[in-house]
T-cell receptor, first 116, second 116 residues
């Protein structure tokens, strides 16, 4: 069965600090996709990244970076120099990459508070 | 770029009433997905359709039904509404190509349903 665990329910940091959101996943599939979504207070789901299980290269996009480690089944997300606008709930998620089943399984989310 | 359109954005219903949520996928997308997100919860997959046929089913109550029409838009019909149906309902769409890597699901802004 597929499962995504985000152990950090809530995190508070002061603006300009770096913060890392942890994500650990379980799957029996050999090919799969990992995602991160941001959900601000307005409620929409904002797509941040999709990573194929074959691509273990870390990725950086501005202040955001992702560390994918297949050996530990982790896909952690770091925000550098955090800003108040980063305050949101962040979801890590997983889906199959092969076959017809492509529903997305979400973790419980981490609520991030960036304090001014 | 065009995004997924959901209507209505907000809906208030009484217990035991019915509700219909609509989803208009991104042009050329042939697959739609429905997710339900209860207060403080992660989004949960309900059902998906590909080329007007149901392709996968999650934890969708028997009181709910859905379909995809010839223009690829989808409707989620909810009957005998209960207080616990109050949630944010997301529709997502993607383009399924059998011989290529799975396409990313793009989420709509959601319909916020409140059952009183």
């Amino acid at each position: 069965a597929q499962k995504v665990t985000q152990a950090q329910t809530e995190i508070s940091v002061v603006e300009k600090e770096d913060v890392t959101l942890d994500c650990v996943y379980e799957t029996r599939d050999t090919t799969y996709y990992l995602f991160w979504y941001k959900q601000p207070p307005s409620g929409e789901l904002v797509f941040l990244i999709r990573r194929n299980s074959f691509d273990e290269q870390n990725e950086i996009s501005g202040r955001y970076s992702w560390n994918f480690q297949k050996s530990t089944s982790s896909f952690n997300f770091t925000i550098t120099a955090s800003q108040v606008v980063d305050s949101a709930v962040y979801f890590c998620a997983l889906s199959e990459a092969s076959g017809r089943d492509d529903k997305i399984i979400f973790g419980k989310g981490t609520r991030l508070h960036i304090l001014p | 770029a065009a995004g997924v359109i959901q209507s209505p954005r907000h809906l208030i219903k009484e217990k035991r009433e019915t509700a219909t949520l609509k989803c208009y996928p991104i042009p050329r997308h042939d697959t739609v997905y429905w997710y339900q997100q209860g207060p403080g919860q992660d989004p949960q997959f309900l059902i998906s359709f590909y080329e007007k046929m149901q392709s996968d089913k999650g934890s969708i109550p028997d009181r709910f039904s859905a379909q995809q029409f010839s223009d690829y838009h989808s409707e989620l019909n909810m009957s005998s509404l209960e207080l616990g149906d109050s949630a944010l309902y997301f529709c997502a769409s993607s383009f399924f190509r059998k011989r290529a890597a799975k396409e990313t699901q793009y989420f709509g802004p959601g319909t916020r349903l409140l059952v009183l």
